[in-house]
Structure formats: structure tokens, C-alpha cells
């Protein structure tokens, strides 16, 4: 039995089909004889290429039923919705990426979203896009008094820079001041006027819907903002799952992940934790995300200081909680504005390359205990991907596959490594899904 770890090929996710074999009273003649009996015996099935080849059945039952006959289907993926959660701190318009310190992160990111949107909507394809911003301010902005550097606010209050703009803020000993704010240390300790509540990021200032739609209103709403503080990434990415998951029952034909654009550590909710402590938190609601019912997958794009290993390292960490492997990190010394629209055609190919529809043959549904997933490396011959329980059982070497829905399964998901492997540069694989033989389970170790 070869597995995922061999050289596999790979075309864009687009391009893989999906082979149904539907169990049949094909006779022997048919697809090169009949099954031999006893544990571990073959039978006979039909390569995607319609000639004859034998497949080992499960190693835990003989396999003694009729022939399988082909019925061939291409494999489709899902339409893809993404939820983008855009990191409005203040470092992304203080932090310039230009030798003449003219363009902010701030800026740049803008100009990406906006170029892969008019893209999307040129090609037409099928993709919806919503957004909000993190921090959300508990008073608004606008109804703050600005003050000049150095300038003393009334009531002894501090005059704060935010970002693009001066404003006074409120000083405070404990954060039983500042209402549903955070006391924070900038220097001085002031109420830092960022919301800490998950429910406000749960509401999209822009819901999703076909980019062609709603392009205008996301670049609107970005224009339309300012960076202002800090960081609170936990709550932020909280609500924007919450969103998700509350978005895909009604949308059970697409596809629902969750885009954290962010330009680095969380810093607050609360303030009173450490850096390594809030990238945990942040890791443990990536990983809920994912575990969750439905399960939503975090995206994380990355726009670091040069050489800023550990927030980095925090960012992949977050992206493998989130089920997404690593972040794309970018990096402002680069054309940021073309990586990110880079950065966003990446996480459109990963988040649909790697799960597929299950196929419905001219039986119906299939008997989910009789499917095998299978692939061929540039028109060889057909090798299996072992079937594993769920995501937690995924080999880090032989791959898997698995369900989406341990009770209500509607598609086929690659495990990592299995994914990794089948996007190889340079490769084209066939991925073939087999009906009507026992599944064949990961073996034990």
C-alpha cells in the first residue's frame, strides 16, 4: 500500500477531479476478476483511466462482495466566503514601509485588499468577502477631544497619539474605571478606549456576500476608518468566528473561513497578561474555531518588522491552531501592497484545495463505511490515502483523510500533511474518490 508521503503531483485545486466508483454487478471480465477471498484479499476496480487494477480491502474484513464499476464525477470544491478581521492598531498607520517613510502598513493593505477585490470581481469568480476592524472604540473617536503633543488636557486627563492623531484620554488607576474599556500602561496608565467585548466583533461592519457586491462597501468602511491603539486579538478573532459559525448553517453549500490580517502581538483583554500568555489565548480560540460545530479554519496574514522573530512565530502558531498550518507573513521592506493581494489569492487556493464535495452517484448517497480516497502522480498508478477518525487523528508523516461531521458529514477533508504533499510545485496529481470497498483505515503504528 503506497501512501501520501510518496512523491505525489498536484494540479490547483480547481483542477482535481474526483473519480465516484460505485459498487456494481459488473462481472469478472468486466474489471479484471473477482475478489480472492480471505483477510487482505483484492478486489477487482477500475483505475480513473477506466483500465483494470486490484485494491487491497480493509485490513480488518475480507473483502467478498461484487466487482466495483466506474462512475466518474469531477471533484468540486466549495465557493469560498471569507470573513476578514483588519487589524486597525495604531503601528499600522505609525509603522511606514517606504525608504522616504511616506506609506503606512495601513495604506498598503488597503491598496491590496482593494487590487485582489477588483481581480475577484473581473474574473468573476464565485468568492464573497464581509469585514470589520479590531479595535473597535467603546466612545467614538470622532467624539474625542484632539489635543497637540506636549498640550495639557482639560481635567487632567493625557494627551494620547493614537496613531494618525492626538487625543485626550482619561487617566486611570484600574480598569474599574474605565467602564467597559482596559486601563492600560502607555507610559502613563490610561483607559485605552478599545472594546474587549467578542459580541462587537461578531457584528460586521460589512457582511459577506459575492465581492462584486460588497467590494465597494469593505473599501468604503477601510477608507472610512483610522487605526487608533492597541491590539485585542482574543476578542476580535472570538467574534469573528462567532460570526462565521453563525453565517455557515444557512450557507451549508459554502465555504466559511475567517481572513486575521494583523501586524503583530496581541497587547490587550487583558492587559494584565503577558505577551506569551495572550498568544495562547489567541491559540486556544483559533483552535476552538476549528474544533467547533461548525468547524470555521483561521487564516492569518502577517505584516511584521524585519526580523521580528517572535511575533512571527507567534503568528504560525496562531494559523496551526486555526487548522491553516502557518501565517503568511509579510514583510513591509517588500511591495506590501502586491503581497497582500498575493498573500489573499494564496488563502483562496489553500482554503479550497484540500476538501471536496462527497459525491453523489446514480445510488444516491453513498455508504459512508465503504469510501477511499485516491490519488495518481502524473497519470501512474493509483495509490490510496488512508482514512483517519477526525482532525486529531491525522498523521504528521502519512497524512489521511477524514469527515467534516463526525453526524452530519457533507465533505471530504485532506489532512495536512496529505494536503502539503499533493502541492508540491511542479506536480499534477488525480484525486479520485472510491464507492463501494471497505475503507481503508490508517493502520496502527
Known amino acids: 500500500m503506497l501512501s501520501p508521503r510518496q512523491t505525489v503531483t498536484v494540479l490547483s485545486a480547481l483542477g482535481l477531479f474526483v473519480s465516484l466508483v460505485a459498487c456494481g454487478s459488473s462481472s469478472s471480465d468486466d474489471a479484471g476478476g473477482a475478489a480472492s477471498g480471505g483477510k487482505g484479499g483484492s478486489g477487482g476496480t477500475m483505475l480513473l483511466d477506466g483500465s483494470a487494477m486490484d485494491v487491497n480491502t480493509s ?18 470544491t466549495y465557493p469560498l466566503d471569507m470573513y476578514v478581521m483588519m487589524d486597525q492598531s495604531g503601528s499600522m498607520i505609525s509603522g511606514k514601509i517606504d525608504a522616504a517613510s511616506t506609506i503606512s502598513k495601513w495604506k498598503a493593505v488597503t491598496d491590496g485588499l482593494s487590487s485582489f477585490f477588483q481581480n475577484i470581481a473581473t474574473s468573476k469568480e464565485d468568492i464573497g468577502a464581509g469585514i470589520q476592524f479590531f479595535p473597535l472604540p467603546v466612545v467614538p473617536i470622532s467624539s474625542l477631544t484632539k489635543c497637540q503633543q506636549g498640550v495639557q488636557c482639560s481635567g487632567g486627563n493625557q494627551c494620547l497619539h493614537t496613531g494618525d492623531q492626538w487625543i485626550c484620554v482619561k487617566p486611570c ?11 492600560v500602561d502607555a507610559g502613563v496608565m490610561i483607559c485605552a478606549n478599545d472594546s474587549c467585548n467578542a459580541a462587537d466583533y461578531a457584528k460586521p ?9 460588497t467590494k465597494d462597501a469593505v473599501l468604503a468602511a477601510m477608507a472610512g476608518h483610522t487605526p487608533m491603539l492597541y491590539t485585542p486579538t482574543g476578542p476580535a478573532l ?10 455557515a448553517p444557512a450557507h451549508k453549500d459554502r465555504k466559511v473561513i475567517v481572513v486575521l490580517a494583523t501586524d503583530g502581538q496581541p497587547t490587550e483583554c487583558p492587559a494584565t497578561l503577558t505577551t506569551p500568555q495572550l498568544v495562547d489565548q489567541v491559540k486556544q480560540v483559533a483552535a476552538n474555531g476549528l474544533a467547533g460545530t461548525p468547524s470555521i479554519e483561521t487564516f492569518v496574514v502577517g505584516v511584521v518588522k524585519f526580523g521580528d522573530a517572535e511575533a512571527t512565530a507567534s503568528l504560525h502558531a496562531i494559523a496551526a491552531a486555526g487548522g491553516t498550518k502557518e501565517a503568511v507573513v509579510l514583510e513591509p521592506q517588500q511591495d506590501l501592497a502586491a503581497k497582500f493581494a498575493d498573500a489573499l489569492v494564496k488563502i483562496k487556493g489553500d482554503a479550497l484545495s484540500c476538501e471536496y464535495k462527497i459525491p453523489v452517484g446514480d445510488g444516491g448517497k453513498p455508504d459512508l463505511g465503504k469510501v477511499n480516497v485516491n490519488y495518481k502522480i502524473n497519470s ?12 486529531s487523528k491525522c498523521d504528521a508523516t502519512l497524512g489521511g483523510w477524514y ?3 463526525a453526524t452530519d458529514p457533507k465533505s471530504i477533508k485532506l489532512c ?30
Open 205 to 213: 461592519e460589512v457582511a459577506i456576500g459575492p465581492i462584486a457586491s
Open 238 to 247: 472570538t467574534g469573528a468566528i462567532q460570526y462565521a459559525q453563525s453565517y
Open 59 to 76: 485490513s480488518d474484513a475480507p473483502y467478498d462482495g461484487p466487482v466495483c464499476g466506474a462512475e466518474s464525477h469531477k471533484g468540486e
Open 416 to 445: 495536512p500533511a496529505t494536503c502539503a504533499e499533493f502541492h508540491k510545485a511542479g506536480q499534477t496529481v488525480d484525486l479520485g474518490i472510491q464507492i463501494g470497498c471497505l475503507t481503508q483505515n490508517m493502520p496502527p503504528k
Open 403 to 405: 469527515y467534516d461531521s
Open 173 to 183: 488607576a484600574t480598569s474599574a474605571e474605565c467602564g467597559s474599556a482596559e486601563c
Open 380 to 391: 501512474g498508478s493509483t495509490q490510496t490515502v488512508y482514512h483517519v477518525q477526525d482532525a
